[in-house]
């Protein structure tokens, strides 16, 4: 079954500084992978995406992220943060169904704290 | 992208009773999922529902417990039944869009059980 990997719940860091968020899944098929990130009381915003072709992606926010087949990999980095990146990140797999349609499967979340 | 609407976006609730929560699309969609989202812990989907037909439900989440409606391509409700303070939670409903393979999300609904 597939599952994904976030290696760390907590990431401190300060404002300007480069930062990655690691997450690896488990898969035997073709994957698609996402990351979303979670503000402060509010929805999932979906920040940026693999779905074939370059396995460097970027997304919105100057955020992106390097699909490592080998290693089974989906980083996420920035070169400099902001103090409004703050928010929970959550890297997700997408899994065929029986049914047809493509569900997600979530990592458990990494909280990013950008401090001053 | 798509955009999405919940309501109520909050609320508490003494337990035993119910709560329905509406899930609003700006477009017409195939698939509409519910996902569960309890206090600091990751997303885990309870059902994906497709017009016209019964939702499917995960693992561990029971169409008694949570029925869903689905009665056209913009619209779906998730009840959560007899609710216990364990029901706490944010409830997000989701899409899938493009070529069906990235979802985009509410903005959820916070529920508080008493």
């Known amino acids: 079954a597939q599952s994904v990997t976030q290696l760390d719940s907590q990431v401190p860091v300060f404002e300007e500084a480069p930062v990655e968020l690691r997450c690896n899944y488990s898969s035997s098929v073709s994957v698609y992978l996402f990351w979303y990130v979670q503000y402060p009381n509010q929805g999932l915003q979906l920040l940026l995406k693999?779905?074939?072709?370059?396995?460097l992606v970027k997304g919105i926010n100057g955020f992106e992220a390097e699909f490592n087949k080998s290693q089974t990999s989906f980083h996420l980095r920035k070169p400099s943060v902001h103090i409004s990146d703050t928010a929970e990140y959550f890297c997700a797999v997408s899994v065929r169904t029986a049914g047809g349609y493509n569900k997600l499967i979530f990592g458990a979340g990494t909280r990013l704290a950008v401090h001053p | 992208s798509a955009v999405i609407s919940q309501k109520p976006s909050r609320d508490i609730c003494q337990r035993g009773t119910s709560l329905t929560i509406q899930c609003q699309v700006d477009?017409?969609?195939?698939?509409m999922f519910w996902y569960r989202q309890q206090p600091g812990q990751s997303l885990t989907l309870i059902a994906t529902a497709n017009q016209g037909s019964e939702a499917t439900y995960e693992s561990g989440f029971v169409i008694d417990k949570f029925p869903i409606s689905r009665p056209n391509l913009t619209f779906s409700t998730l009840t959560v039944s007899n609710m216990s303070p364990e029901d706490s939670s944010i409830y997000l409903c989701?899409?899938?869009?493009?070529?069906?393979?990235?979802?985009?999300f509410g903005p959820g609904t916070r529920l508080l059980v008493l």
């Open positions: 693999y779905l074939s072709g370059s396995t």
């Open positions: 477009s017409q969609v195939t698939m």
């Open positions: 989701s899409v899938d869009r493009q070529g069906r393979e990235t979802q985009y």
